[in-house]
Nanobody, 126 residues
Framework: QLQLVESGGGLVQPGGSLRLSCAASGFALDSYAIGWFRQAPGKEREGVSC????????KYADSVKGRFAISRDNAKNTVYLQMNSLKPEDTAIYYCAARSGPYCAGYFYTYQYDYWGQGTQVTVSS
């Protein structure tokens, strides 16, 4: 069964950090570019970041640029999202998704992704 599983979410104070993980089972993650999305209550799902198949290219939404960092360890079949200087507006369910093809062009379009995880909750609050 092809599956993506996110982990690492939780409750953190403003200014804090979390590292999210996206682990694949049933397929090799290194065949896909990987995106991270988030969805806050009452809002549409938005693209946060993407990493190319090789890991050589990354993309970030303006709202997280300079605070979040995406990386991948293909040997572990896992992609990470390091989130620093978290703000209350970062509160959302975070999803990872895999897209066929090596690159991240148009990464914020959800229809370009073939597989999705179930999401992990991130809450930033004092």
């Amino acid at each position: 069964q092809l599956q993506l599983v996110e982990s690492g979410g939780g409750l953190v104070q403003p200014g804090g950090s979390l590292r999210l993980s996206c682990a694949a089972s049933g397929f090799a993650l290194d065949s896909y570019a990987i995106g991270w999305f988030r969805q806050a209550p009452g809002k549409e799902r938005e693209g946060v970041s993407c990493i190319s198949r090789s890991g050589g290219s990354t993309k970030y939404a303006d709202s997280v640029k300079g605070r979040f960092a995406i990386s991948r360890d293909n040997a572990k079949n896992t992609v990470y999202l390091q989130m620093n200087s978290l703000k209350p507006e970062d509160t959302a369910i975070y999803y990872c998704a895999a897209r066929s093809g090596p690159y991240c062009a148009g990464y914020f379009y959800t229809y370009q992704y073939d597989y999705w995880g179930q999401g992990t909750q991130v809450t930033v609050s004092s």
